[in-house]
């Protein structure tokens, strides 16, 4: 077994395709070798040898690779003719970790390894550089601490002892700055630090290299398995055996002086995606310096600090001496960097992000990997790169994140009316967006104000189910209470709206009407303007501009097309919802849910007294009242979705739902409907269910009260023959819900065909028409060879279908389905990831069941699962015909089901 994988001096045993073996850190670091990059020499100990240090233990790891860790620091020594553990003619190494995939729950690197007194006395005369010496030493003494000794806190509100002892120090010293400390200084704080540690760990600080970098290999390995790192991979279902690699590498030093710096780059714009390299970097530096914040990093480009400066107000005099660019600085490095950046984008065909450090003068890469974007810059960059060559058009579609899309599809400020807004509070970013509109207290107002054209933002101090139609006419919806899962939180993502919750420093009167913030009242009717995607709320109307779905967005979307073998439909209630689901590119209705239908204006009403009615004749009376209303609901969908396939399901929901529970709303009801309060709650009780989920609903009540069907059938109808005469094409899919005996399905159909034909009749004309089933209960996913003899289609709804294959309530999960994820009982929460082991063997099972009866049996799935990309690709390698998804999910799964594609 190979446990050591050396590079340098242009050689290198690895390559950029072993990173599963070597890590992304030092698989990259073996390919710069490869292709000429200067890179320090050092070596990668594999990500096997981390996993048998979790299963067998630290003995027999060290038993294992000991031999070749000399071996591989002598390899280090023959390349800079120094020597590890040697006072005379010391080198320094570095210790990183780096897992396949980038995680930062990981351990930190370790700086400057192998100092100690003697070592940093010949540091300092070898250098002629005293301070430098003594910088990397208490460096040193602090990282070791933190991160292999264990000091560093792990609460952020603790104070790290370390820099307890500088702020003391630098305050005795009345300086701000590190750069500010002098040789004795430094020194100095090295004896504190090293006492600070005997006291915290009981123990000497070590002084032996070996003792040292035997240390770090332990700490890199056991970070693997602490809390932090296994929470990062639950959330981000990285899997817990790949382990990590352990990099050790030779020390350049970017503290050396005024001829050395340290910096990051990147080859390309990671905020809007623009060719442009950019970059910043700190001289007589080291590390992480420039990211900390200690100092204000310099820009490594002319034209970038330019225009840094200009958006800080500095100007070029003062640019110039106080920040100026690394082409100023050292002209010929920055040259190199120019050239090397370049390189790497060409060898990778990917905008890099880079670390380097610059030692007296020469250059140093010591880290490259693909850099992480916006969403915005993703599709530019991706586009970019096809149209100069670089990558073909499978490779674009495999660059997108699906999920990352979503930061497109929302309306943006505009930026320089954003760069002169006044910001005037700060929430959660709890649904990404931008919005502004008149202050509203009240979902009545909203709906009143929105009504009469006006743009409005609905301020509470909290949201519930009340609101929601007022939020829905709302262009964004601030809370003062509640959190990133808060009820507005959460429906507003559903909604695709822009929302704030949690503003914690707002005041908020329903009373008055007012919202205090930012030092101003605010009344009903001002403007202010929300930014969902960083919680910042904005004093007035700050200009929005409408999501660009042209350019490179269609571009992407086109290829998505191209090489998809399923089409995207979306989960539409109203024809605004259609419409908005078109314009992200949606084929076809895959799910129209009836019910919210029932629940406006006065069709609840109707619906109240056809539940209350006490017989077949009232009932249909009261049904009779209800078919023109949804007739118009269906021609608004038909008309919005010409050209394109509407699903419409029947009636799903228990009964129960559409009544008033609370005796004062059934006393109103009851005056309305000239009945007394008794029978209202009689027939209130009598709906009453110990399990409504599993309860009389779906077909079951089109079964139980067919008339129910039979309006609902015929408003389909009705309306699909009403925009077929205006012109328009329409293909009405009906589906039955909750099916799970033969019988159910086929005495639905019997009364749709029925109820059809007569109106066929009556209009003397026809329309064509499906007739399919929602499988969702697993006893229809057993016996869809059965079902398929009815079915036109089946729409696999995943959400009931993981309910009732898990045994868990879709209502109350939330009790324990953290502690099941935590525990790893589960990976993921079913009903966000399609469980594809089991509920997804059902769904298999049910394609083959189904296109055995019906070998073109129509397939999709319209659960939530539908605009999640696993489960997209999942119904992709099904061969499904579509997907459903919400209206703002529709891009993310139409990549996704091209990814599917490409995967197949
Ligand atoms: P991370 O994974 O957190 O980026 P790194 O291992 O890349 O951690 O290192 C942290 C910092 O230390 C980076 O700025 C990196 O460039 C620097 N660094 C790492 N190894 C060396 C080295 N051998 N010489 C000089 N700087 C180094
Ligand atoms: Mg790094
Ligand atoms: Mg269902």
Redesign the pocket.
């Known amino acids: 077994m190979k446990t050591i994988y050396t590079f340098g001096n242009g050689k290198a045993e690895g390559r950029a395709d072993m990173r599963d073996l070597l890590g992304g850190?030092g698989a990259n670091l073996a390919e710069m070798n490869l292709i000429g990059v200067p890179v320090?020499p050092?070596f990668t100990i594999t990500t096997d040898v981390c996993k048998l240090y979790v299963s067998k233990g630290r003995e027999a790891v060290v038993e294992l690779i000991k031999d070749d860790v000399v071996k591989s620091i002598h390899h280090i020594e023959s390349l800079t003719g120094n020597k590890f553990d040697d006072p005379d003619n010391p080198q320094l190494?570095?210790v990183?970790?780096?897992a396949p995939i980038?995680m930062?729950g990981?351990m930190?690197?370790v700086?400057n390894l192998g100092i100690n007194d003697a070592v940093a006395e010949t540091l300092a005369k070898k250098s002629g550089n005293p301070r430098f010496a003594w910088d990397s030493y208490r460096r040193f003494v602090q990282m070791y601490g933190d991160v292999v000794l264990g000091m560093k806190p792990q609460n952020k509100t603790d104070i790290d002892p370390f820099e307890e002892i500088i702020d003391k120090v630098k305050a005795e010293k009345g300086v701000k700055l590190d750069i500010e400390l002098d040789v004795d200084d430094l020194k100095k704080l090295t004896v504190l630090f090293k006492e600070a540690v005997k006291k915290n760990t009981g123990k000497e600080f070590p002084t032996s290299a070996w003792d040292q970098l035997w240390g770090a290999i332990y700490a890199v390995f056991d970070s693997w398995n602490n809390d932090r790192a296994i929470l990062y991979r639950q959330m981000n279902q990285i899997p817990d055996e790949i382990g990590t690699a352990v990099?050790v590498?030779?020390?350049?030093?970017?503290n050396m002086g005024n001829t050395s710096a340290?910096g990051?780059a990147f080859s390309r714009d990671a905020a809007t995606g623009e060719n442009i390299f950019n970059g910043e970097y700190l001289i007589n530096a080291?590390?992480?310096?420039?990211?900390s914040g200690v100092r204000t990093p310099q820009q490594i480009m002319t034209e970038g600090s330019r225009r840094w400066a200009e958006l800080q107000g500095i100007d070029e005099e003062e640019r110039k001496a106080k920040y100026p660019s690394l082409e100023e600085t050292m002209p010929e490095c920055a040259a190199q960097l120019v050239e090397i950046q370049q390189r790497l984008e060409n060898h990778y065909h990917d905008m890099q992000d880079m670390?380097?450090?610059i030692q007296n003068g020469k250059l140093?890469l010591?880290?490259t990997r693909n850099g992480k974007r916006t969403g915005a810059a993703m599709v530019k960059i991706a586009m970019d790169l096809l149209r100069e060559g670089q990558i073909d058009e499978k490779t674009v579609i495999k660059r997108i994140e699906p999920t990352k899309l979503d930061e497109l599809l929302h309306p943006v400020f505009d930026k320089a009316a954003l760069d002169s807004a006044r910001r005037v509070a700060k929430g959660l970013p709890a649904s990404p967006g931008a919005a502004s509109g008149q202050i509203v207290f009240f979902a009545d107002d909203a709906e009143k104000w929105a009504q009469d054209g006006k743009q409005v933002i609905m301020v509470r101090l909290e949201t519930s189910p009340e609101d929601l139609r007022g939020m829905t006419v709302a262009q964004g919806i601030l809370t003062n209470r509640g959190g990133m899962t808060s009820h507005a939180a959460v429906v507003a993502r559903g909604m695709g709206k822009c929302c704030v919750s949690g503003a914690g420093e707002i005041k908020v009167s329903y009373k008055n009407r007012t919202v205090e913030m930012g030092g101003k009242t605010y009344h009903e009717g001002d403007w202010i303007s929300l930014n969902g995607s960083t919680g910042k709320v904005y004093d007035g109307q700050v200009k929005t501009v409408d999501v660009d779905m042209s350019g490179d967005f269609k571009a992407v979307m086109d290829l998505a097309d191209k090489y998809t073998k399923m089409q995207v439909y979306t989960n539409a209630d109203s024809p605004r919802d259609a419409k908005v689901a078109r314009r992200f590119g949606a084929k076809g209705i895959g799910l129209c849910r009836t019910e919210h239908m029932f629940f406006e204006g006065d069709r609840i009403k109707a619906m109240r007294e056809m539940i209350i009615a006490e017989n077949v004749e009232r009932r249909k009376a009261a049904l009779a009242k209800l078919l023109p209303l949804q007739r118009g609901d269906f021609e608004g969908m038909f008309e919005a979705m010409s050209g394109y396939e509407v699903t419409i399901r029947l009636l799903d929901p228990p009964l129960h739902e559409f009544v008033p529970q609370d005796t004062a709303s059934q006393e109103e009801l009851a005056q309305e409907l000239g009945v007394t309060l008794d029978h209202i709650k009689h027939v209130v009780a009598s709906l009453k269910e110990v399990n409504p989920m599993l309860g009389h609903r779906g077909c079951r009540l089109g079964n139980t009260y067919p008339e129910i069907t039979e309006m609902q059938t015929r408003a389909i109808i009705e309306a699909a023959i009403n925009v077929q005469d205006k012109g328009f094409e329409v293909h009405p899919k009906i589906m039955i819900p909750l099916v799970g005996v033969y019988n159910e399905i086929k005495m639905q159909a019997d009364i749709i065909n029925r109820t059809a034909e007569a109106v066929f009749k009556e209009r003397g004309k026809r329309v064509s028409y499906k007739i399919g089933t929602m499988i969702e209960i697993p006893r229809a996913a057993l016996i869809a060879d059965q079902i398929a003899k009815v079915a036109d289609f089946f729409s696999f709804g995943t959400n009931d279908l993981t309910q009732m294959t898990f045994g868990y309530s879709r209502d109350d999960v939330g009790k324990f389905l953290n502690d099941y994820i935590k525990a790893g009982i589960l990976k993921n929460d079913p009903f966000q990831i399609l469980d594809q082991e089991g509920v997804g063997q059902l769904i298999k099972m049910a394609a083959q069941k189904g296109r055995a009866t019906k070998p073109n049996i129509n397939l999709g799935i319209c659960g939530e699962h539908g605009g999640e990309p696993s489960s997209v690709k999942f119904c992709a390698s099904l061969n499904f015909d579509y997907v459903s998804c919400s209206p703002y999910r529709v891009p993310i799964a139409r990549i996704a089901a091209a990814q599917g594609a490409l995967e197949n």
């Open positions: 850190k320090p050092g190494v570095s990183r970790s780096g980038s930062p990981m930190d690197t700086l990099n590498q030779a020390m350049v030093y970017g340290t990051v080291q590390g992480e310096d420039v990211v670390e380097f450090t140093w010591l880290q």
